[in-house]
């Protein structure tokens, strides 16, 4: 399954005429997007396809999902917020199935602490499905997420002040593999979209997966408990 994802950047970044050049380009199975305005809901006039669009409260953007696949309606995920007052609303992800695999679309919060218990949260809600997380991590450094793989590009996908690199745009999947990922060319946004090939790794699916079969997970938990004896 083809997979992009791109933070369009408000009302200063990527417009609807935009995000339909690049899906016309790539021609995804599943493409992700992060500040999407309410323009970005003509999208499925100039493409066909299906699409959802998760408003944040109190701000004017928020996550959207468009596919050439019917998907059902995406549920919304609540994330762990600040506590500060003045901070900004609290942010949610936005969880969808294509086909096999369950995506929660994302951008996370600035605090470095603060992201990484939101990735706890997703990944949480996600256990036992073929899974990926995709989108704006605004994370420094490394991610280690139990039963997760970073699978993303690896080159820098934003430059802060037009100067500092950093790779904010992610991908951590489970039950999946990566047959390819790199990061695009910039266009109007300050974000480059990322582009996956993600499969469902061998013997996992909606059924078969080792989560769905109690004979299967007691036989994993069996060889933890050997592992850490």
Not at 26 to 52: C, N, R, S, W
């Amino acid at each position: 399954m083809k997979v992009v994802s791109w933070n369009l950047l408000r009302l200063k970044g990527a417009a609807v005429e935009d995000v339909a050049d690049l899906a016309t380009r790539e021609k995804p199975d599943v493409l992700l997007m992060q500040e999407a305005t309410v323009h970005i809901e003509q999208l499925p006039t100039l493409l066909g396809g299906y699409f959802h669009r998760l408003s944040w409260l109190g701000r004017i953007h928020g996550l959207a999902v468009w596919s050439p696949h019917r998907f059902a309606r995406p549920r919304a995920l609540s994330l762990p917020a600040s506590r500060l007052p003045g901070r900004l609303p609290r942010r949610r992800a936005q969880i969808v199935q294509v086909g096999d695999i369950h995506f929660a679309n994302v951008h996370l919060s600035h605090g470095q602490l603060l992201n990484r218990r939101q990735l706890a949260r997703i990944a949480a809600a996600l256990r036992g499905k073929p899974s990926a997380i995709i989108g704006d991590y605004n994370v420094v450094g490394p991610v280690l997420l139990p039963g997760f793989a970073d699978v993303g590009p690896r080159e820098p996908t934003h430059y802060a002040s037009n100067v500092v690199p950093f790779r904010l745009d992610r991908c951590l999947v489970h039950g999946l593999s990566c047959r390819g990922a790199d990061a695009l060319a910039f266009g109007p946004s300050d974000h480059r979209p990322i582009r996956l090939e993600l499969a469902l790794l061998e013997g996992w699916g909606l059924e078969g997966g080792l989560a769905a079969r109690p004979d299967q997970r007691w036989q994993r938990r069996d060889r933890l408990r050997r592992l850490y004896r």
